[in-house]
């Protein structure tokens, strides 16, 4: 039986992170990435961008 899309590993064609900064890896369900990614694309941003930003404006 072939693997579903659920057992996949992270890719490994993805590019390294940058010096200093670290990979994240989030597992969430389809719909809520496509709100996420819908919600990026409205703003004109990345789903990077959005996430970053929210981290952002989190307190200490």
């Known amino acids: 039986m072939a693997p ?4 996949r590993a992270p890719s490994s064609k993805a590019a390294p992170p940058a010096a200093g900064d670290v990979r994240l890896v989030v597992v969430i369900d389809k719909p809520r990435h496509n709100k996420l990614k819908v919600h990026a694309a409205k703003a004109g941003k990345t789903i990077k961008e959005v996430i ?4 952002d404006q989190l307190g200490d």
């Open 52 to 55: 970053t930003e929210y981290i």
């Open 4 to 7: 579903t899309s659920k057992s």
